[in-house]
């Protein structure tokens, strides 16, 4: 299983520049698209999209304000680097073209790998088996293109169990959210999901408390983490 959280590197350089009256407005609306892409586009366009994202956000109005005289020797600084970069670029093109290139395919390659580490320490890696659990993703098409999903029919469990006997187990997951009843009180959980009762075959979630073998066996039954036992129950021992 693989994080929805969006890269912590760009978010922070995007904390780092932007003005602070501005910083939880914007970074919660780039987090909630990157959910969205997540289930549309999958972790790793997910990932390059918020990145590009926070890289365009680096505008004179989201930037932070300095002081005055700050300003007048940054404006000044950058002017008189600006008019040597011009003066050399002038004089030796071909060199500077190289060096440009350079710097430009090098500031991609390092974007590039990084991108593909982050994508690759995403996942989960305390599961027992966790080099043999894959996810199966899908492609849809639309106005004559395939785009890919993250995510898949409820039925393409049967049609794999059916025609792919190396399969030793297979479990649906659909995160969903629902309201939770409380002293009459009905309380928003977001984070929840539907799991086939097969969850701990694949997955090597410890409990502290029940049986892994029979937790989800048959119907209403399920399973919380100890921050929600503690919110509801007021202990970690809700059974």
Same mark, same amino acid.
């Given at each position: 299983m693989s994080s929805t959280k969006p890269p912590k590197f760009f978010s922070k350089i995007f904390l780092w520049y932007s003005r602070p009256e501005l910083q939880e407005a914007i970074l919660g609306d780039l987090e909630e698209k990157f959910e969205d892409d997540v289930v549309n586009k999958g972790q790793l366009k997910a990932k390059i999209a918020f990145a590009w994202t926070i890289l365009r956000f680096a505008r004179p109005d989201i930037i932070r304000t300095e002081s005055r005289s700050q300003k007048l020797n940054n404006y000044d600084m950058f002017k008189n680097y600006l008019k040597i970069t011009l003066r050399v670029f002038r004089k030796e093109r071909s060199f500077s073209l190289i060096n440009l290139s350079g710097l430009v395919l090098g500031f991609l390659c390092c974007l590039l790998i990084y991108l593909f580490i982050s994508d690759e320490l995403s996942f989960d890696k305390f599961h027992k088996n966790a080099d043999r659990i894959y996810r199966i993703s899908s492609a849809y098409m639309r106005e004559g293109k395939w785009e890919p999903y993250a995510s898949n029919s409820w039925r393409t469990a049967e049609l794999i169990k059916t025609n792919f006997n190396e399969v030793e187990e297979l479990v649906r997951i659909r995160r969903v959210e629902g309201y939770v009843m409380q002293? $009459?009180?009905?309380? +928003? $959980? $977001?984070?929840?999901?539907?799991?086939? $009762?097969?969850? %701990?075959?694949? %997955?090597?979630?410890? +409990?502290i408390s029940g049986d892994t073998e029979n937790v989800l066996d048959g119907t209403s039954k399920a399973v919380i983490s100890e921050s929600i036992a503690l919110k509801y129950f007021g202990t970690s021992d809700a059974i």
């Open positions: 002293n $009459e009180q009905r309380i +928003l $959980e $977001e984070r929840m999901a539907y799991v086939d $009762e097969n969850f %701990f075959n694949v %997955f090597s979630f410890p +409990l």
